[in-house]
């Protein structure tokens, strides 16, 4: 069963290939109506995420087809001690695909080996969240036109950010990327991470503590929240919250063609002052996670009928 | 020092030195009837110490287990006296249900029948991280 548990499951080319339909359904939705018709998506939600799971839903709508599940995990047998394994063994019954948000690190790993249908990793705990990732690389995609030779700076909570993890990690593969991290020391890129996908492969990269020193080299400028939720301790989160903060003055010092992403929601890292700036493409880029969901389910239920056939 | 030669049962020889008491533990050892010998610290002409644990028992043995503490060790197998077969370990790939993982938010804490799966990520450094949620594994 092909599930979608890292962004790494999937191939460049592969990428290229979903890229190239959520263009086309952007282009004709029309054309995608009824592409999913007599499917059921299940958005398993154990932690609350209205925006991850409302893109999903709105991506199986604009596909024809049905949505069922819960947003957090009150509402589920969770609450009751039910395995995860368990939960996706009765799921699997009633729906065609899941996509699901788990707090604790691997639980989307665990629901592939219990389930009859394909996973999809709504994100697990400070870990993996590859339909972001996709998200953000069809963002790159529209606003840059390319994937190589771009100056990629990310900037606020590096080392719980499972975002940031999996964009280096997708942007690792193509020729001529370098990175800038820019985080308190607190915050840095887990050494892991730093290792594996920039170091070994010999890409160029630059760690700042400074954001104004940096800014003018980017040709992509991703921020991040500090999530309150990866902290075991309040005091640290209160203390390393509001360490960067982007400004107009800021954004003065950025080149004219750099964009801003952002996985959102966003706290007050981003003034509300930047939001007109067109190089500020945050929203744009939340439009863009529900069509390339789309493409995604459209990608896995066509393997999963393969399979059976 | 003398020990009584094996008739039939398992030699662990070449294990590194002061890691013969872990790989007694982790193999269970101690829940066996019959004679288990721990020689630490023998001499050895390639590493100057080892350790060696002797079993007087044709007992299952789980190779991953002792090519994860020890990937130098050797296994013989003892057969009417003599060495019936001698295997030579290295890092297995995957370790299940060896070692748990000490991240308190990986799945593995609460999720109820799970194996605990270890991958080799780095070979030179002997190095696994969890299959999960890629912890690095506590240091042997």
């Given amino acids: 069963m092909r599930n979608l548990i890292k962004i790494l499951d999937l191939s460049v080319e592969e990428i290229d290939e979903m890229i190239a339909v959520a263009d086309d359904i ?6 995608y109506y009824e592409a999913c018709k007599n499917k059921t998506l299940a958005t398993l939600f154990f932690e609350p995420s209205t925006r991850t799971r409302l893109s999903f839903e ?35 019954g009633y729906a065609d695909i899941i996509a699901m948000r788990h707090p604790k690190e691997g639980a989307p790993m665990v629901a592939s080996m219990h389930s009859s249908v394909p996973i999809i990793n709504a994100g697990d705990g400070g870990h993996f969240h590859p339909t972001q990732t996709l998200t953000d690389l069809l963002t790159i995609h529209h606003e840059k036109g390319r994937f190589d030779g771009l100056t990629v700076g990310l900037c606020g909570d590096l080392k719980f950010g499972r975002t940031v993890h999996s964009l280096i990690e997708a942007m690792s593969r193509y020729p001529g990327v370098k990175f800038v991290l820019i985080s308190p020391e607190e915050l840095k890129v887990p050494s892991f991470v730093k290792q594996t996908y920039i170091k070994d492969k010999g890409i160029p990269y630059k760690q700042s503590t400074s954001l104004e020193e940096v800014i003018g080299e980017l040709d992509i400028l991703y921020m991040t929240r500090v999530q309150r939720e990866r902290f075991f301790n309040e005091e640290d989160y209160l203390r390393l919250r509001d360490c960067y903060i982007l400004t107009q003055e800021k954004m003065q010092l950025a080149k004219p063609d750099m964009i801003v992403m952002h996985p959102l929601p966003r706290v007050n890292e981003i003034s509300t002052l930047v939001d007109d700036d067109p190089r500020a493409s945050y929203f744009r880029q939340a439009r863009y996670g529900k069509f390339i969901r789309m493409a995604l389910i459209l990608k896995l239920l066509k393997e999963a009928e393969n399979n059976e056939n | 020092m003398r020990i009584d030669s094996i008739k039939d049962g398992i030699v662990i020889d070449h294990i590194t030195a002061g890691k013969a008491m872990q790989l007694y533990q982790m193999l269970k050892l101690d829940r066996l009837d019959c004679q288990v010998a721990i020689i630490k610290n023998a001499a050895s002409k390639l590493h100057g110490k080892k350790d060696i644990i002797k079993i007087d028992s044709s007992i299952e043995i789980n190779l991953d287990v002792v090519g994860y503490v020890s990937p130098h060790a050797t296994i013989c197998i003892i057969r009417d006296g003599v060495v019936n077969e001698k295997k ?14 000490k991240n308190p938010r990986c799945i593995t804490t609460t ?3 799970i194996q605990q799966i270890f991958e080799l990520s780095d070979p030179e450094k002997g190095e696994y991280r969890c299959a999960y949620c890629d912890t690095k594994a506590e240091n042997k």
């Fill in chain 2, 111 to 113: 999720e109820r029948g």
């Fill in chain 1, 58 to 92: 709105a991506a199986m709508l604009g596909l024809g087809g049905n949505v069922l599940g819960f947003s957090e995990a009150s509402s589920s047998s969770a609450t009751k001690g039910e395995s995860v394994a368990d939960t996706i063994a009765v799921v699997g």
């Fill in chain 1, 26 to 31: 952007m282009a004709h939705p029309e054309n």
């Fill in chain 2, 88 to 101: 030579h370990l290295e890092l297995p790939h995957t370790l299940t249900d060896i070692i748990s993982c």
